[in-house]
C-alpha cells in the first residue's frame, strides 16, 4: 500500500497541512504495518485498498491523538489573544470511535478478526 495514501487521509482526518503532518510519516508507516501484519494470507490488498488505507489512516490519527493528549495534558493555551480549548477525553473519545469503526470495517480480513456476516437463507 502506497504510504503517501495513508498519510493523505490521515493528514484529512487529523486536519493538519502538509507541513504539519510531515513529522507524522512514520507513524504512518507504522499502522500500515500494523494492518497488514495482520491480514489473512489469502487478501488481496489492491482489492481491499480502500477500506486498508482507511483503517490505516485511522489507526495513524488515533495514535496521534494519544500522543497529542500525552503531551498537552489536555491543556488550555493561549496565543495572543486566541484561546484553544483542548477536551482530551472528547478527542480520545472520538478518534477511538473512529478506529474502532474502521478495524470493524476490515475484521474478516484479519486472521483472528470477528465479523458479523449475514447468513444466506
Excluded at 500500500?1 to 486536519?15: K, Q, S, T, Y
Excluded at 493538519?16 to 507524522?24: D, M, V
Aim: aromatic fraction near 10%.
Amino acid at each position: 500500500m502506497d504510504v503517501m495514501l495513508v498519510w493523505d487521509a490521515f493528514r484529512n482526518i487529523a486536519g493538519l497541512t502538509e507541513e504539519e503532518a510531515k513529522p507524522w510519516l512514520p507513524l504512518c508507516h507504522w499502522a500500515i504495518a500494523s494492518v497488514f501484519g495482520r491480514l489473512r494470507p489469502n487478501v488481496d490488498p489492491a482489492e481491499n485498498q480502500t477500506v486498508l488505507c482507511h483503517a490505516a489512516a485511522a489507526m495513524a490519527y488515533y495514535k496521534y491523538v494519544l500522543r497529542q493528549n500525552a503531551q498537552n495534558n489536555g491543556a488550555d493555551f493561549s496565543v495572543g489573544d486566541v484561546t484553544i480549548k483542548e477536551h482530551a477525553a472528547e478527542s480520545l473519545k472520538a478518534a477511538q470511535g473512529l478506529y474502532e469503526l474502521s478495524v470493524s470495517a476490515i475484521a474478516h480480513l484479519y486472521e483472528d478478526g470477528f465479523a458479523f456476516m449475514e447468513v444466506p437463507s
